[in-house]
Structure formats: structure tokens, C-alpha cells
């Protein structure tokens, strides 16, 4: 009884958070605004976001500080779950704060990759990542090449992955961002959160495997399933929905249909 009461607490927690978020009509109606200020007006009169977005002098209304706050938000939403968890759930929510890691990792790997002048923006994640991560902003925010961000996560969970992929001499930013989110996704798996089923995962790691390649169905029930699978081929296709609807859209690479022949999974 004292675990369902647990689980039933934490999920009447979360559900009232979720009757917060923004609504289709209002996502449509902010879509239809002509600036930022407007957006920012509407979102303060509207939504739950009117506490954190009134923080902000209004000179400084522009997209990228408001990109920041909401970020802040997010973050706040964790801490809210995360202070309301049981020792139980928050092992669930450390292996969740793995995806604000790898998002924070790529972050880095594009700026130090691209050589871009601009300095590290990340001040605003510093006080959530000091409290909760294994990841030191301080030294991040310090590196200048590849060899030195990855250095820098030395004594992270991270670092071995992205170290050999750094000695193989020949690693692409695609290659660390593909590294890192399957590394992100195998990590749920062994923690017996099942995110993804076993064949699942087989799949999106085959087609992950050889970007922007058409795989057809009857290749990809070949290669995951055998010769000897006696099923058609709609058992991809339900594999493939599954996939998508697991794993959110991601602004580098989606899994893609390409009609009539089969999937692929997109570098985009």
C-alpha cells in the first residue's frame, strides 16, 4: 500500500504540473504573433509562465533571453518532481537528468567543433547543473578544442565513449551527437526502465548505424528479425511507430519514411 500511495502521489503531482503546460489553441494562437514582445505579453497574462517571465527588464525582451528563462523553467519543473520524489523515483529522475547532460555535451561539442568566437552562454544552467550533475560548467566553459571538452568530463560517465571516439581520429560532430544519444538510450535500457524493448532498440541502433541509408522492410525484418521470423513485414512498421513515439524529434536526425521503399534513419 505504501508504494501505491508513492506512485499514486508523484503522478497526481506531475498531471497537475501537465494541466499547466500551453494548450494546441495557444500554441497556435502564440504561432500567429508578429514579434517577440507580443509573444512574451500574451505568455505573462496566459500561461504559468508569468512568474518567471515578469523577472525580465523589459529592454532585455528579445528571443534568446527568453529561450534562457524558459530553459530556467524547465529546470525548476525537475526540482519541483525531484523534492517531491521518493529515494526510489529519483533514481528514475537522475537517469532522466542524463538527457539534459547530452544536450549540454552537444551544446559544447558544437562550439568548440565549429570554432565559434562566442564565448559559452551557460549561466543560466549553472546552479541546476551544480546541484544535480555530474558535469562541472566551471570547466566546461574553460575549453577551447575538442581534446579539452573532453578532457574536461574526465570522471564523468561520458568520458570513455567520447574518448574513443576522439582517438579514432576521423569523429564528425554528427558522430559525438550520435555517440552520445545512443549512449543516453542504451544507459535507459540497462537501468530496466524499458524505454525500449529489446528489438526496439536493435532497430534504431541498425539504422542509426548507417545514416541516411534506405533500409526497405524486407531488409530491416531480415537483419532484426532473421530469415526465420515468420511474420510480414508490418511488424517494421509497428516497430517504427513505437520508435517515434519513444523517442522525441531531435533537431539533427529523425527517423524518416521513404514511401514505397521502407526508412532510413534521416541526418538532417
Not at 541498425?206 to 537483419?223: G, I, M
Request: aromatic content about 14%; charged content about 30%; overall charge positive.
Amino acid at each position: 500500500m505504501g508504494n501505491l500511495l508513492a506512485y499514486s502521489g508523484i503522478v497526481t503531482k506531475i498531471r497537475g504540473m501537465e494541466a499547466k503546460l500551453l494548450t494546441e489553441t495557444q500554441f497556435d494562437e502564440i504561432k500567429a504573433m508578429k514579434s517577440v514582445p507580443e509573444a512574451v505579453t500574451y505568455l505573462i497574462q496566459n500561461t504559468v509562465y508569468r512568474e518567471i517571465l515578469e523577472t525580465l527588464e523589459p529592454t532585455l525582451v528579445h528571443r534568446g533571453n527568453i529561450e534562457k528563462l524558459l530553459i530556467v523553467s524547465l529546470y525548476q519543473d525537475y526540482t519541483r518532481i525531484y523534492l517531491f520524489a521518493t529515494l526510489e523515483q529519483r533514481k528514475f529522475l537522475k537517469l532522466y537528468l542524463k538527457r539534459y547532460e547530452v544536450e549540454l555535451i552537444n551544446y559544447c561539442l558544437r562550439i568548440v567543433i565549429n570554432h565559434y568566437q562566442e564565448p559559452f552562454d551557460l549561466n543560466h544552467k549553472r546552479a541546476f547543473f551544480d546541484r544535480y550533475s555530474q558535469i562541472s560548467i566551471e570547466k566546461l566553459i574553460h575549453s577551447r578544442t575538442t581534446d579539452e571538452l573532453i578532457e574536461n568530463l574526465k570522471g564523468t560517465e561520458y568520458y570513455n565513449t567520447l574518448k574513443k571516439l576522439r582517438d579514432s581520429g576521423k569523429a564528425t560532430l554528427f558522430d559525438y551527437d550520435l555517440a552520445l544519444n545512443l549512449y543516453y538510450f542504451v544507459s535507459m535500457w540497462k537501468q530496466r526502465k524499458k524505454i525500449l524493448k529489446p528489438k526496439e532498440l536493435e532497430l534504431l541502433y541498425f539504422l542509426a548505424s548507417s545514416p541516411n541509408q534506405v533500409f526497405t522492410r524486407e531488409q530491416l525484418l531480415d537483419q532484426i528479425w532473421g530469415y526465420e521470423y515468420v511474420g510480414d513485414t508490418r511488424t517494421v512498421d509497428v516497430h517504427i511507430k513505437r520508435l517515434r513515439e519513444k523517442i522525441k524529434d531531435h533537431p539533427s536526425w529523425g527517423l524518416s519514411t521513404v514511401w514505397g521503399i521502407g526508412y532510413k534513419f534521416e541526418v538532417k
